[in-house]
């Protein structure tokens, strides 16, 4: 059965809770959990503390970064296009002009 807390993240977000105002805590538990393929889990705590009087400032800013590592990761991770499509493109057009350009000529030489 998978383990269901990750005791390096909870000791790096009690390391957050310790030490909210400094930014390299939050840095570290937020890419430990990059690291680790829990961003949600970041972002569940950070939005926990987010109606916080104190907390919630620093925590939106928080729940933020996570948002845009999380577009990043998406980013790269998603599937580029297939080359063979824009080949296949690309010789179309290619084939399109060499027969405009047939045409134009025998064109050209029969008006003659």
Known sequence: MPELTDPAIEALWKNCLDH???DKAHVA???????R???AEAGARYRGLAGDRDRGP???????SILAIALATLEVARTPEPEVKRRATA???LVFLIAGTIGLIV????IR
């Open 20 to 22: 909210w105002d400094e």
């Open 29 to 35: 538990f937020v890419e430990a959990c990059r690291e």
């Open 37 to 39: 393929g829990k961003l």
């Open 58 to 64: 620093e925590a939106e800013k928080r729940l933020k």
């Open 91 to 93: 010789l179309a057009i």
């Open 107 to 110: 064109y050209v030489s029969l």
